[in-house]
Every structure is written in structure tokens, then in C-alpha cells.
């Protein structure tokens, strides 16, 4: 569904990103792990439009995403939740949510959207008018992830979601992703959190200082030592 092909991003002359390639298939959850700094907001960004970078091809469904401007990407079914979450906390759930949706063609969906994320965020139908800033940052998360759905979207990438949340929240929401891969949702998941993404993600690409530095299954990485000691303990 998404595909990267040597993606190098430098700030000045900080090389930030060097020679990243990966394959997202439709339907699973693929996961990018890595360390703080590592890289993983410059590759996100990158395939939202919102970093220029220097060499390398993102193409979606096929089509060279780099054609299309930014703020359309949403339309061809990209969607991005992105780290520090970007809701707006003077308003209600309900208008986040609905914000989410600013793009949507086929208004009829959007009770059905709605719906479906009240019954993958139950929290967020009994709080549908509480002011999105006033709530905790777990439910805050939830809201986020609710956003980034209400676009319809065919793949859904979502930025170091478990930042600062307690490990029974980081719980729901690996509970959500993998409900929303069973609705068919193709999710790109990008994470510090070692023990979420090897619960939930079908394939990891392990980012460390802008290389990638191994790709497998999560199984087969809790079976290398090296991979343990390196990476996943962070
Ligand atoms: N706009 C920028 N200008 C300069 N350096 C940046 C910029 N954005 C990120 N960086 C640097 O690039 C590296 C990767 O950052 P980032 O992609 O945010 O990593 P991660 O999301 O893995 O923490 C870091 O060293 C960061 O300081
Ligand atoms: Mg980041």
C-alpha cells in the first residue's frame, strides 16, 4: 500500500535519515522502532509532505505520493496522527472528531464514523462534549487516534502513540489498533514502545540513528539476543 525506497532526509548537514526502504502491505500492521532521535517523525512527516527530502520515493496505491500536493493526501486515503497528538483542546470531542472528518466527500459516512469510534473508544461517547484539553492524556490519545479515523482513511499512521501513558492505557490502544486491523485499516505504527509494537505489529523495522538496522517479525526478533539487547530495551 505504501512503499518507501531510499529515503534520505538531512537537516543542513545532519544526516537524519539515510537510505530507508519499507514496505507497508495492505491490511497489517507494520511497525517503525526506534530510539528518540532516531529519525521516525523526519520519515513520517516525509510522507505527509511536511519534510522536503533529498533523495528516495514514496509511492501510495501505487501512485508517486511526492505528486500530490500535501493537504490532498488525506483525500487519496493517507492519515496521519501525528506525535504530541495536534488536537484542539478548547474544543469538545465531538468537534475534534468532526475536524477529523473536514475532508470527507460522502457526508453519510460520517454517523457511521463516528459510531465506530464510540465503540472502539466507549470513554468517548459518554464524553463526547467534555473540551478535548481537559481530559487525560490517555482519553486525549484515544481522541487523537479517533481524529485520524474520521477521515475514512485506507491507512492510518499514528506517531509514537503511547508517549507518557500509562501501560494499561498503552494496553487499549494496542487493543484498538488490532481491532481496526480487523476492519481492514492497514495501520503504519511509529513507537518507542517495545512490548506494544511486538504485541500488535505483523512486521518491525528497527530505526537507529536514521538507518534501518533490521526487518522481521516480531517473534523472530524477541528471538535474537542482539536485537534484545540493542534495540527493544529501549
Ligand atoms: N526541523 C529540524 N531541524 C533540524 N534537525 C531536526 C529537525 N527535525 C528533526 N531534527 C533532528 O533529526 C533527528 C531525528 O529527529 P526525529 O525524526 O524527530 O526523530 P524521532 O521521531 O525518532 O525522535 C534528531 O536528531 C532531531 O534533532
Ligand atoms: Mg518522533
Same mark, same amino acid.
Given at each position: 500500500m505504501l512503499e518507501i525506497k531510499g529515503l534520505t532526509i538531512r =537537516?543542513?548537514?545532519?544526516?537524519a535519515v539515510n537510505?530507508?526502504?519499507?514496505?507497508?502491505?495492505?491490511?497489517?500492521?507494520?511497525a517503525l522502532i526506534g530510539p528518540n532521535g532516531a529519525g521516525k517523525s523526519s520519515v513520517v512527516r516525509a510522507i505527509g509532505g511536511l519534510n522536503v527530502f533529498q533523495s528516495g520515493q514514496i509511492s501510495f496505491l501505487n501512485e508517486d505520493l511526492v505528486q500530490t500536493e500535501p493537504y490532498l493526501r488525506i483525500d487519496k486515503g493517507l492519515s496521519i496522527v501525528p506525535e504530541g497528538r495536534g488536537l484542539f483542546p478548547r474544543m469538545s470531542v465531538e $468537534?475534534?472528531?468532526?475536524?477529523?472528518? =473536514?475532508?470527507?466527500?460522502?457526508?453519510?459516512?460520517?454517523? $457511521?464514523?463516528?459510531?465506530?469510534?464510540?465503540?472502539?473508544?466507549p470513554i468517548?461517547?459518554?464524553?463526547?462534549?467534555?473540551? /478535548?484539553?481537559?481530559?487525560?492524556?490517555?482519553?486525549?490519545?484515544?481522541?487523537?487516534?479517533?481524529?485520524?479515523?474520521?477521515s475514512n482513511p485506507?491507512?492510518?499512521?499514528?506517531?509514537?502513540?503511547?508517549?507518557?501513558?500509562a501501560p494499561i492505557v498503552i494496553e487499549q490502544i494496542g487493543?484498538?489498533?488490532?481491532?481496526?486491523?480487523?476492519?481492514?485499516?492497514?495501520?503504519?505504527?511509529?513507537?518507542?514502545?517495545?512490548?506494544?509494537?511486538?504485541?500488535? /505489529?505483523?512486521?518491525? =523495522?528497527?530505526?537507529?540513528?536514521?538507518e534501518i538496522k533490521y526487518?522481521?517479525?516480531p517473534a523472530n526478533l524477541l528471538n535474537s539476543k542482539e536485537v534484545l539487547e540493542t534495540f527493544l530495551s529501549i
Open positions: =537537516y543542513g548537514n545532519f544526516l537510505n530507508v526502504s519499507l514496505s507497508i502491505p495492505k491490511g497489517q500492521i507494520i $468537534e475534534n472528531l468532526l475536524m477529523g472528518s =473536514y475532508s470527507l466527500k460522502d457526508k453519510g459516512l460520517l454517523d $457511521e464514523l463516528l459510531n465506530r469510534n464510540f465503540e472502539l473508544f468517548l461517547k459518554e464524553r463526547r462534549q467534555q473540551l /478535548a484539553g481537559t481530559m487525560s492524556g490517555g482519553q486525549q490519545q484515544m481522541v487523537a487516534v479517533a481524529v485520524g479515523l474520521m485506507k491507512l492510518c499512521i499514528f506517531d509514537e502513540p503511547s508517549l507518557g501513558l487493543d484498538a489498533l488490532m481491532s481496526l486491523k480487523k476492519q481492514e485499516l492497514t495501520v503504519f505504527l511509529v513507537e518507542q514502545n517495545a512490548s506494544l509494537t511486538t504485541r500488535v /505489529a505483523d512486521q518491525i =523495522y528497527v530505526l537507529s540513528a536514521g526487518h522481521d517479525t
